[in-house]
C-alpha cells in the first residue's frame, strides 16, 4: 500500500514560486509513475504535470508549459512541484497522485492528503 | 483539447441506484477511470478501466463504457455514497493528457 504525505499550506504573494513535496512509502518512486492534479475552490480536478508512465520522462499540460517543473529525488523518495510566477488563479489545492507504471494503466491509484496554496497579496 | 461532459448532480433515494454519466466523442474507444471525492479529502478511485473495482471498493460500484457515454452505477446507495464523482480519460491529442471531467455532485435524499 503506498502512503503520500504533503508539505503544509503556503501562503505566496502574486509573481512569487512555491515548492511542495510529496513523500512516498510503501513503495520507491521507480516503481511508480508520480503526477501532480490541482483543485480550485469550488471547481473540478485539473492535472497539471507528472511522469511518463512508460518512459519515466517528465510531462506536462501545455498551459503549466515554462512554468511549472516536476522532479524526483530517488534517494529520499520525494516528488516535487514547483510553480513560479504565481498568480490569483493558482490558488488551489495541489495533490500528489501515483500512476502505475507500465501496461497502459492510466488512472490514479493513490493521492496525497493535497496541499493548499493560496496566492494573495 | 477532449472535453468530458457530466451532469452538475444527481439526486438518489437510499437503497435506490444512482446512474452517473460521462459523455465524450467515442469515448467508448478509451478506457475510462471513476473517482468519489468527499468534502476536504482526496480523490479516491473506484472504478478503473471501465468496469474494474479496486481492492476495497464495495460491488455496489459498476461501470460501462460504449458509444459516446460511459456510466458509473452505484446501486443500493447509501447516505456514505454522498460525493463528488469525476471519470477521467487519457488522450494524447488534448492539452492535458490526462483528462478530468467536470464531476457530478450525487445527494442522497
Known amino acids: 500500500q503506498v502512503q503520500l504525505v504533503q508539505s503544509g499550506a503556503e501562503v505566496k504573494n502574486p509573481g512569487a514560486s512555491v515548492q511542495v513535496s510529496c513523500k512516498i512509502s510503501?513503495?520507491?518512486?521507480?516503481?511508480?509513475?508520480m503526477h501532480w492534479v490541482r483543485q480550485a475552490p469550488g471547481k473540478g480536478l485539473e492535472w497539471i504535470g507528472g511522469?511518463?508512465?512508460?518512459?519515466?520522462?517528465?510531462i506536462y499540460a501545455q498551459r503549466f508549459q515554462g512554468r511549472l517543473t516536476v522532479t524526483e529525488d530517488t534517494s529520499t523518495d520525494t516528488a516535487f512541484m514547483e510553480l513560479s510566477s504565481l498568480r490569483s488563479e493558482d490558488t488551489a489545492v495541489y495533490f500528489c497522485?501515483?500512476?502505475?507504471?507500465?501496461?497502459?494503466?492510466?488512472?490514479?491509484?493513490?493521492w496525497g492528503q493535497g496541499t493548499l496554496v493560496t496566492v494573495s497579496s | 483539447s477532449y472535453v468530458l461532459s457530466q451532469p452538475p448532480s444527481v439526486s438518489v433515494a437510499p437503497g435506490q441506484t444512482a446512474r452517473l454519466t460521462c459523455g465524450g466523442n467515442?469515448?467508448?474507444?478509451?478506457?475510462v477511470h471513476w473517482y468519489q471525492q468527499k468534502p476536504g479529502q482526496a480523490p479516491v478511485l473506484v472504478v478503473s478501466?471501465?468496469?474494474d473495482r479496486p481492492s476495497g471498493i464495495p460491488e455496489r460500484f459498476s461501470g460501462s463504457n460504449s458509444g459516446n457515454t460511459a456510466t458509473l452505477s452505484i446501486s443500493r446507495v447509501e447516505v456514505g455514497d454522498e460525493a463528488d464523482y469525476y471519470c477521467?480519460?487519457?488522450?494524447?491529442?488534448?492539452?492535458?493528457?490526462?483528462?478530468f471531467g467536470t464531476g457530478t455532485k450525487v445527494t442522497v435524499l
Open positions: 497522485a501515483t500512476m502505475p507504471r507500465y501496461g497502459g494503466k492510466e488512472y490514479f491509484d493513490d
Open positions: 510503501g513503495y520507491t518512486l521507480t516503481e511508480l509513475s
Open positions: 511522469s511518463d508512465p512508460e518512459d519515466g520522462e517528465t
Open positions: 467515442n469515448i467508448g474507444s478509451k478506457n
Open positions: 478501466d471501465d468496469s
Open positions: 477521467q480519460v487519457w488522450d494524447s491529442s488534448s492539452d492535458h493528457l490526462f483528462v
